[in-house]
Each structure stands twice: as structure tokens, then as C-alpha cells.
Antibody, heavy 125, light 106 residues
Framework: EVQLLESGGDLLQPGGSLRLSCAAS????????MSWVRQAPGKGLEWVST????????FYADSVKGRFTISRDNSKNTLFLQMNSLRADDTAVYYC??????????????????WGQGTLVTVSS | SYELTQPPSVSVSPGQTARITCSGD??????AYWYQKKPGQAPVLVIY???ERPSGIPERFSGSSSGTTVTLTISTVQAEDEADYYC?????????FGGGTKLTVL
């Protein structure tokens, strides 16, 4: 059974930093691209970032480019999101998600067949 | 990047058919995907590559594509289908979600 378990969400002040983790199990983690998707309170889903299966390719939404860094440790089946210079509009539930089909050489065709339950990040003074 | 446009809400009575549209200029060139999202739960993929249904998704969920519009159709709607539905697409510049459609089962 595929499981994705996010952790690391917290309440912090604007300008702060936070690292989210996502522990994966039940599939060959190193064969699939992984992503982070967020949902702000009362808002829709927003793609944040994708990383290729080997970790060599990374992709970001314009809203987080230069502030967030996605990475993975295939030896530990874990996905990360380092978030710096956090702003109030980064407040959201952050989901990690597994790509349905591919390794993620590009974001073309990326879509998600398994999602974690999410971790809440609140940025507020 | 491009945009995907969905109606904010759709309402149907139990047993009827719900149709949720998603429009975007890139859709003739890129596949669309659909997710069901209930409050407090993770999204669930219900349609991929415009019209394919993942294993475990009921047959009453179907998808179609015509030009710049894709449609999620839910036949014989049940109370448990009440949820937010999001379309999604992706190209080499990134991944895009539609704004979401709240399906209300009257």
C-alpha cells in the first residue's frame, strides 16, 4: 500500500524558514517524480514544485522560485521542501504527491495518483 | 504559464448527471486530469489523460475532451460525490490547476 506521510508544518513569522519532509513507502520511490502541492485556506490547489526521480531535475512555480528548494533522499525514501523567506501568502496545507507514470524529465504530463494527508504551514506575525 | 477555467459551482439532484467543464488554450495539446477533493481529505485522482479512469474509481466517473474544453461527467450522482473537483494539466513550463468546482448534491 502506497503511503505518503508529511511532517514539519508549523506556525512561524514572516521571513522565517521551515523544512517539510515526506516519508514514502509502498512503492519504488526512486522510480517516480515527486511533487509538493499546497492549498491555502478557502482556496484551490496550487502546484509548488516537482523533482525528477533521480533528483537531478527540479521545477518550481513562479510564486516560490528562489525561495523554496525541493530535494529527495532516495536511500531514505524521503522528499523534502526547504522553504525560506516565508510570507503570509505561503500559509497553506502542503501535500506531497507521487507522479502517476513518469520519472519527471520535464513537468509535461505530470499528474498525481497518490497524495499525503498534508501538513499545515502558517505564516503570521 | 496558462490558465484553466472552471465554473465555481454545479448543483445536481441524486441520480442525475453532473458535468463539470474546464477550459484552457493549452488543452488541445496537453492532457487533462481530474481530482476529487473533500474537506480534510487528500485529493483523489478520478480521471487521467482526458478520459482514463484509475483502478478503483467508479464507472460513473468519465472524462471527455473537445478542443479547448475538457469535461468531467458523473453519471447517477450520489450524495458521496459532493466535493470540490479540480482539473489539472501540465506542460514543460509547469503544472496548472483549475480554480475548482464545488459539486453540490441537492
Amino acid at each position: 500500500e502506497v503511503q505518503l506521510l508529511e511532517s514539519g508544518g508549523d506556525l512561524l513569522q514572516p521571513g522565517g524558514s521551515l523544512r517539510l519532509s515526506c516519508a514514502a513507502s509502498g512503492f519504488t520511490f526512486s522510480s517516480y517524480a515527486m511533487s509538493w502541492v499546497r492549498q491555502a485556506p478557502g482556496k484551490g490547489l496550487e502546484w509548488v514544485s516537482t523533482i525528477g526521480s533521480s533528483g537531478g531535475r527540479t521545477f518550481y512555480a513562479d510564486s516560490v522560485k528562489g525561495r523554496f528548494t525541493i530535494s529527495r533522499d532516495n536511500s531514505k525514501n524521503t522528499l523534502f521542501l526547504q522553504m525560506n523567506s516565508l510570507r503570509a501568502d505561503d500559509t497553506a496545507v502542503y501535500y506531497c504527491a507521487k507522479d502517476h507514470e513518469g520519472g519527471g524529465v520535464t513537468t509535461s504530463g505530470v499528474h498525481f495518483d497518490y497524495w499525503g494527508q498534508g501538513t499545515l504551514v502558517t505564516v503570521s506575525s | 504559464s496558462y490558465e484553466l477555467t472552471q465554473p465555481p459551482s454545479v448543483s445536481v439532484s441524486p441520480g442525475q448527471t453532473a458535468r463539470i467543464t474546464c477550459s484552457g488554450d493549452a488543452l488541445p495539446k496537453q492532457y487533462a486530469y481530474w481530482y476529487q477533493k473533500k474537506p480534510g481529505q487528500a485529493p483523489v485522482l478520478v480521471i487521467y489523460k482526458d478520459s482514463e479512469r484509475p483502478s478503483g474509481i467508479p464507472e460513473r466517473f468519465s472524462g471527455s475532451s473537445s478542443g479547448t474544453t475538457v469535461t468531467l461527467t458523473i453519471s447517477t450522482v450520489q450524495a458521496e460525490d459532493e466535493a470540490d473537483y479540480y482539473c489539472q494539466s501540465a506542460d514543460s513550463s509547469g503544472v496548472v490547476f483549475g480554480g475548482g468546482t464545488k459539486l453540490t448534491v441537492l
